[in-house]
T-cell receptor
Framework: KAGVTQTPRYLIKTRGQQVTLSCSPI?????VSWYQQTPGQGLQFLFEYFSETQRNKGNFPGRFSGRQFSNSRSEMNVSTLELGDSALYLC???????????FGQGTRLTVV | ELKVEQNPLFLSMQEGKNYTIYCNYSTTSDRLYWYRQDPGKSLESLFV?????AVKQEGRLMASLDTKARLSTLHITAAVHDLSATYFCAVADTNTGNQFYFGTGTSLTVIP
């Protein structure tokens, strides 16, 4: 079956711009989580959506937001981009609070 | 907040040697994960450990979990170059959703 699909794979944006990243989970999975990976901070949890509702949120500023659609696809948005937002953004999908979580290939965001 | 400590951060080992990566976590959790990440790539699931005393093996990798000590180990047997990658442990907090807390990662280089 198809895995977790993230688009786009690479993005270059300018400071002050905004960006939207997309994640399509595995069919049937209703939980989608987002993580930011940077060399300095490692892998940090951004937020989790389940059945179109944000269920949990990490310690990130309000510039980071997300949503989930009825088909479980999720988007995350970062407004007013800063250089420090440059990172690999990963999403993970799972059925719910089940053991297995599958990660997408990630979106590499570079802010210049 | 749940904290996950992983050591060593960097590991350089010769082919054919054995070594262990350690993962300590701060509070009770019933799920411990090991992931592998190749440069520029996403996270590949290696093991999911769900109970005290759980041991899983795949090829030259074996993972174990001691929930009382809040310790998991990833043992590498007779390392080969193909095992060179970064290995992460993660603990899931399922009380509020499906949030993962990741260790800092261990960058493993196997030298021929």
């Amino acid at each position: 079956k198809a895995g977790v699909t993230q688009t786009p794979r690479y993005l270059i944006k300018t400071r002050g711009q905004q960006v939207t990243l997309s994640c399509s989970p595995i069919s049937g999975h209703r939980s989608v989580s987002w993580y930011q990976q940077t060399p300095g901070q490692g892998l940090q949890f951004l937020f989790e959506y389940f059945s179109e509702t944000q269920r949990n949120k990490g310690n990130f500023p309000g510039r980071f937001s997300g949503r989930q659609f009825s088909n479980s696809r999720s988007e995350m948005n970062v407004s007013t981009l800063e250089l420090g937002d440059s990172a690999l953004y990963l999403c993970a999908s799972s059925l719910d609070r089940t053991p297995e979580a599958f990660f997408g290939q990630g979106t590499r965001l570079t802010v210049v | 907040e749940l904290k996950v400590e992983q050591n060593p951060l960097f590991l350089s080992m010769q082919e054919g040697k054995n070594y262990t990566i350690y993962c300590n976590y701060s509070t009770t959790s019933d799920r411990l994960y090991w992931y592998r990440q190749d440069p520029g790539k996403s996270l590949e699931s290696l093991f999911v450990l769900l109970s005290n005393g759980a041991v899983k093996q795949e090829g030259r990798l074996m993972a174990s979990l001691d929930t009382k000590a809040r310790l998991s180990t990833l043992h590498i047997t007779a390392a080969v170059h193909d095992l060179s990658a970064t290995y992460f442990c993660a603990v899931a907090d399922t009380n509020t959703g499906n949030q993962f807390y990741f260790g800092t990662g261990t960058s493993l280089t196997v030298i021929p």
